[in-house]
C-alpha cells in the first residue's frame, strides 16, 4: 500500500512539500509525490488537489481518491475514477472561517461605503455617507453545510438578520432556515447580500441563471465563494446592467484562471478574487494519514463523499 500526492495544479503546495509534511505526522509511512511515484501498482490512495488527465486510471490497486480540499466536483464524475473507488473530502476549520471572513470582509465592504469612501478620498472630497445597519440588513447563505454553517452564525454573531438555505431542514439557532427549489425565489427577493458556499452538483450548476438572478432585491451582492458553474456569467453580466442584483463579488468563477479577455474583469459592478477565500488546510492533513490507515485497517473513513449524489 502507498499514498501518492499529485497536487494537479501551480500557486499552492507543490507534491514534495506536502508528501514531506506528511511524512513528518506519519513516519514510515509509504508517501511518495507525483515526481517519484515508484511502481504504480503500489498505489492504493491518492491525494489530489486538482486530478489530473487519466491518473487515476494508470494506477490498477487504486481504492481511495482523497481531495486536498472540500470540493469533489472535479473527481466523483471524472472518467478515470472507476466507481468502486471510494472518494473523500477534508472538512477543515481553518478555512471554514476564512471564507466566512471573506464573505463579511464584502459585506461590510458595502454596509460600510469602503469603495466610495476611497473613491471621495481619491478627489479629497468629504462625504459623509451614513453606513448600513446590520439590524436593518439581511443575508442569505446558499449552503449551510460545514462552511456556509459557519458564515451564517458568523453573520448572525455580527448582529445581521441571517437566512440560510440548503437541500434539507436545517436548524441553526438564530438563523431563519429555508430548504429545497421552491424555497429559493423568494427568498433571493428579500436578501441584501447572497452568500453561496454551495457545492457544484448536478442540481446546483446554472442555478443562478437570468430568473434567479432577476430574482434577486435590486441593488442587492452576490457573493460566490463556492463553485463558478452555479453562475450563468453571461446572464449574471446581462443581470448587472439592469441593476438587478447590483453587484457581483466572484472568488469562483466557470473557467479558473479567468481568461484576460472575459468581460467580468472589467465590468464596473463585479469583483473578482482568484479562488483565495479559503486557502490554509491547518491541522485537516492529518485526515489524509487518518484516512490512509483507516483503508489499510479496513476502517470507515473520514468524510467519504456520496459520488452519486456529488458531495
Ligand atoms: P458541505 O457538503 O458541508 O455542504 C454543502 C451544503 O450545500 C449543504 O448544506 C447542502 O444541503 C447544500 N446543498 C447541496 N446541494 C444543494 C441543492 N441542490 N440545493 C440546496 N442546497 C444544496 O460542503 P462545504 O460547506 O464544506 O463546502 C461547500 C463548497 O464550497 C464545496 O463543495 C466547494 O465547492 C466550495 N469551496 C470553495 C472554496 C474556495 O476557496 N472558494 C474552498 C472550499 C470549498 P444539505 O445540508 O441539505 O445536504
Redesign the pocket.
Known amino acids: 500500500m502507498a499514498l501518492l500526492i499529485s497536487i494537479g495544479h501551480d500557486g499552492w503546495y507543490t507534491g514534495e512539500q506536502l508528501a514531506d509534511e506528511l511524512r513528518s505526522v506519519a513516519p514510515g509511512t509509504d508517501i511518495r509525490p507525483i515526481s517519484d511515484p515508484g511502481n504504480l501498482e503500489d498505489i492504493t490512495m491518492l491525494a489530489v488537489s486538482a486530478l489530473k488527465g487519466d491518473l487515476a486510471a494508470q494506477l490498477p490497486n487504486l481504492q481511495l481518491v482523497q481531495k486536498l ?5 472535479s473527481i466523483v464524475a471524472h472518467p478515470s475514477v472507476a466507481p468502486h473507488v471510494r472518494v473523500t ?1 477534508l ?1 477543515p476549520q481553518e ?2 472561517y ?2 466566512a471572513d ?1 464573505c463579511l470582509a464584502y459585506v461590510l465592504r458595502g454596509q460600510r461605503n469602503l469603495s466610495a469612501h476611497a473613491a471621495s478620498q481619491s478627489r479629497s472630497a468629504w462625504e459623509p455617507r451614513a453606513p448600513g445597519r446590520p439590524a436593518e440588513t439581511t443575508i442569505g447563505v ?8 459557519v458564515t451564517a452564525r458568523l453573520m448572525r454573531d455580527m448582529r445581521f438578520r441571517v437566512l440560510g ?6 436548524e441553526i439557532d438564530g438563523v431563519d432556515c429555508r ?3 421552491e424555497a ?1 425565489p423568494q427568498m433571493l427577493g428579500i436578501c441584501d447580500y447572497v452568500c453561496s ?5 448536478p ?2 450548476r446554472g ?1 443562478m441563471d437570468a430568473e434567479m438572478l432577476a430574482a434577486m432585491k435590486p441593488g442587492a451582492t452576490l457573493i460566490n ?3 463558478g458553474d452555479l453562475v450563468d456569467e453571461p446572464a449574471l453580466l446581462t443581470a448587472l446592467d439592469k441593476g438587478t442584483p447590483g453587484h457581483a463579488v466572484l ?2 468563477v466557470s473557467k479558473e484562471p479567468l481568461p484576460a479577455d472575459s468581460p467580468l474583469w472589467t465590468h464596473p459592478q463585479v469583483t473578482i478574487t482568484p ?5 490554509h488546510l491547518g491541522d485537516a492533513l492529518r485526515d489524509v494519514v487518518e484516512n490512509y490507515r483507516r483503508l489499510e485497517a479496513g476502517k470507515d473513513l473520514l468524510h467519504e463523499v456520496d459520488r452519486q ?3
Open positions: 480540499g472540500a470540493g469533489v466536483d473530502r472538512k478555512p471554514a476564512e471564507i471573506y446558499l449552503g449551510l453545510g460545514h462552511i456556509g454553517g438555505w440548503s437541500r434539507s431542514p436545517k430548504h429545497g427549489a429559493l458556499i454551495l457545492p457544484s452538483t442540481a446546483t442555478l465563494a463556492g463553485r472568488d469562483v479562488h483565495v477565500s479559503g486557502w449524489r456529488g458531495y
